[in-house]
């Protein structure tokens, strides 16, 4: 298939606009991405009346499908709040793909979401990036990307109410070093095992878990809202060597420097929300415009359900009327978002070999009242309204 005449926003590494250019599509993936017209084009290929495409967006922190939509309680499987560490949790285990919010978000034009487990738990389990189309979630998976962490008021007030720990921010930084610290020694033991022939350490689902994120093979995805909570969140990943991203960050423009020094990545938002807590106090819609101007890599969330996720391309927008320049903003829900969140080998880019996933406007993706007029994701066509 072939989509022609088209002003096409790469969101490559140059941030490449081709004002009139084709995109050819073979076996789901991205085949070519030219300049001018194509040799030949047949009745099935797209001529997209010089509308722009831009790579399918991307939601870097949600809850999606962890809410059932419309069902309450019981359709709740976001927090396992019956202990605070509970890494060997698989956060696709509780993904309803068949929730209508994945439909709404495919009309937004979020072709990939990265799912991830409540803060109630200082370790609340895996981190997946997921496509939005799909009845089977196994099928939707890009990857497991990342192990959730929580930092602050939430898993304070989720335990303490319960009379155990934490009860402090000291207790919570305490708890999530041992349970790293275990991890590391569960390793060593298995190296070891393995040097000497001797027998390996009795199996640890936490421990095991955890391997992935000590060996730096996903990131730790840091929740945190103030600065100290930001501050110990980096403070422990230096500690144990951890590739890590912090989520939420809302007081991150008041550590910009400090961030950018340590060359921390952050994924801000919600955009859309009020000061609901103490530890939202400080926060200001100026913040993804500072970090980015200071250097630091942001990716722009809705925090699904916090915000519906179909408001993700308006909380870009926000961003920019507050400071944000326009292309950092579309860079934060496509490529910038890919590369925090450790999926820029499948998506968040129009060029070659990556999978073919785009968004057609005919007009402002960041205007309230553009909508996409089409969307497909791997190839397929899943939204059309030419």
């Not at 072709?111 to 089977?136: D, E, M, W």
């Not at 144990?240 to 910009?256: K, M, P, Q, T, W």
């Not at 980015?292 to 927008?317: F, W």
């Amino acid at each position: 298939m072939i989509i022609y005449n088209a002003e096409i926003h790469t969101m490559n590494e140059n941030r490449e606009i081709i004002e009139n250019g084709w995109i050819e599509i073979e076996d789901k993936k991205i085949k070519a991405v030219c300049p001018g017209n194509p040799i030949e084009v047949v009745n099935t290929d797209i001529n997209a009346g010089g509308r722009a495409i831009y790579p399918g967006f991307i939601d870097a922190h949600t809850h999606l499908g962890l809410f059932t939509s419309g069902v309450g309680k019981e359709g709740e499987d976001c927090n396992e709040n019956s202990e605070p560490c509970t890494p060997q949790l698989r956060v696709l285990d509780a993904i309803n793909p068949l929730d209508h919010s994945f439909e709404e978000a495919r009309n937004a034009g979020i072709t990939t979401a990265l799912v991830a487990p409540g803060s109630a738990n200082l370790i609340a389990g895996s981190v997946a990036a997921i496509k939005t189309s799909g009845k089977r979630v196994d099928k939707m998976l890009i990857g497991t990307v990342g192990m959730k962490f929580s930092l602050g008021e939430n898993p304070k007030m989720t335990y303490s109410s319960k009379g155990t720990s934490p009860m402090t921010r000291m207790a919570s930084a305490s708890m999530i070093r041992e349970q790293l610290k275990k991890a590391c020694d569960y390793n060593d033991a298995i190296q070891e095992s393995i040097v000497n022939g001797t027998k390996k350490p009795k199996y640890d689902a936490h421990c095991e878990s955890l391997q992935p994120v000590i060996k730096r093979e996903i990131k730790a995805h840091f929740h945190c809202h103030r600065a100290d909570d930001i501050f110990t969140a980096m403070r422990i990943a230096n500690e144990f060597n951890l590739d890590y991203v912090l989520v939420h960050c809302s007081e991150g423009y008041l550590i910009a420097d400090e961030l950018a020094a340590e060359k921390a990545s952050c994924i801000v938002g919600p955009m859309i929300n009020d000061r609901c807590k103490p530890e939202l106090s400080n926060l200001t819609p100026e913040n993804a415009a500072i970090l980015s101007k200071a250097g630091v890599p942001v990716a722009i969330c809705t925090d699904h359900n916090e915000t519906p996720i179909e408001y993700l391309a308006m909380s870009a927008a926000i961003a920019v009327k507050n400071g944000l320049d326009r292309e950092k903003a579309i860079e934060a829900i496509t490529s910038g978002a890919a590369h925090i969140s450790g999926v820029s080998h499948r998506v968040g880019s129009l060029k070659k070999g990556l999978d073919a996933d785009l968004v057609m406007f005919d007009g402002d993706p960041l205007d309230i009242m553009s909508s996409p007029v089409l969307v497909m994701i791997e190839g397929e066509t899943i939204v059309n309204k030419m």
